[in-house]
């Protein structure tokens, strides 16, 4: 207290400091340096997770296309009913496949085999993996679990006929990165393999779909159009919708590169000419994916025939093939289609990309309501041409997203699927 005044005595400054804690205070509390810090490590930790989180599914599916392929292909040996030369049961084929690759554990006990001597035998295995994560246990996912079911089953008639359209980019980029010679090497596999394992020649025909800006069909073929406008050795179409009937469809005949690789080879049955075929192949052009399923759905038509028979009587096609495509509904027939890309639609010189990409999307929609499987690769792809792919595939299973590396190890998968699913049908 004052003793003059009889008022609280205030030290010198202390207003002045009271004033200035609020003024701090203040300035604290509108202060932002560091916010974009504290932001930018969230954004951060977010990208490491989506990325991560690519990665581990990436991986995944790599090793689930590695171990369906082995399933597939176990349970298809182990169900043969021919003579085994080497006198091992169906449970040791199938155990020998699965170690082979090195899955055996995978495989442990998780198998049936079922044997009749009336009907056949049925083998099933569902090899069961955990596949631990890189980064998704940022996340608390430590792991994946993946499960590849696969069965078979052989009676004692003879199976289903095959036929099998093959429909593959040869545009200018599959020049890169090995890219076309890898392509060559798994599709020669593919039709060896099925070709070889046909019990009689006309059981299983491949048709070879090469595919640019253009598909260029057999000399002769668009005489049988009876709506075809225009000339020139290569046609577009006007109705994408539609794929029966297809010889009464309004058509244009465009100009377009007649080198002898380019031609489509319906109804091969030969393995050496399939090969010789396929490693004529070169890479040129722009992508039209659309017309490259549209021709491949041609060949599934059973009114093309009269075109069939001209190529048959011209020996270009084996007398076998007389009366084919079957009908719709002919009973025992496998119908399947390998679509192939590692572009997208382009370059608008026939359609712009979402049109040609409509057009794509409704051939698929067609041959798939007929019956067709439809195995999809995206072949090094980019995100739009993935995309379309994963819209083509009959399922997800069907759908393939690879590498040079790795184009082999898919095309085996669709062999033993193809060859599995013959065996389904005489079920």
Known sequence: MDAITGQPRHSPGSGRQGKDLK??????????????AVFS??????????????????????????????????????????????????????RAYFAADGYSELLGNNFTIVDDPQEGR???????????????????????????????????????DVELVMVLDVSGSMNGQGKIDAMRDAAVELTTSLLNDAEEVGDVGITLVPYD?????????????????????CNDWLLWSQIVGSLNLLTNRANCNTASWRTVRPYVSDPDLATTYINDLRASGTTSIDLGIRYGALFFDPTIRPAISELIANHEINPVFEGRPY????????????LL???????????????????SERVCDALKDQGVLIYAIA??????????????????????????????????????SIQTQALRLTL
Do not use: K
Request: with cysteine; charged share 15%.
């Open 379 to 416: 072949y090094q792809a980019p995100s739009s041409g993935a995309a379309l792919m994963q819209d083509c595939a009959s399922s997800p299973s069907h759908y393939f997203n690879t590498t040079a590396d790795g184009i082999i190890d898919v095309f085996r998968g669709i062999t033993a």
């Open 122 to 160: 049925v083998v099933t295995a569902f090899p069961r993996a955990r596949i631990p994560s890189a980064f998704m246990s940022l996340a608390g996912v430590d792991s994946i679990d993946m499960i590849t079911p696969s069965r078979a089953a052989e009676t004692f008639q003879g199976g289903p």
């Open 23 to 36: 003024g701090d205070l203040a300035i604290f509390a509108r202060a932002e340096d560091g916010t974009m």
């Open 341 to 359: 890309t590692d572009g997208q639609n382009c370059c608008g010189e026939r359609y712009p990309e979402l049109v040609q990409n409509l057009n």
């Open 213 to 233: 800006t253009w598909v260029l069909p057999p000399a002769g073929f668009l005489n049988h159009f009876s709506n075809a406008a225009g000339s020139g050795a």
């Open 41 to 94: 490590l969230f954004v951060f930790v977010a990208m490491i997770l989506f990325g991560g989180l690519a990665v581990d599914m990436m991986r995944y599916e790599n090793e689930r296309i590695r171990l369906q392929g082995t399933a597939d292909r176990a349970v298809l040996a182990a169900t043969m009913l021919r003579e085994n030369v080497s006198g091992a049961t169906p449970e040791q084929i199938l």
């Open 327 to 338: 009908d719709w509904d002919a009973p025992n027939v496998v119908r399947a289609l390998i």
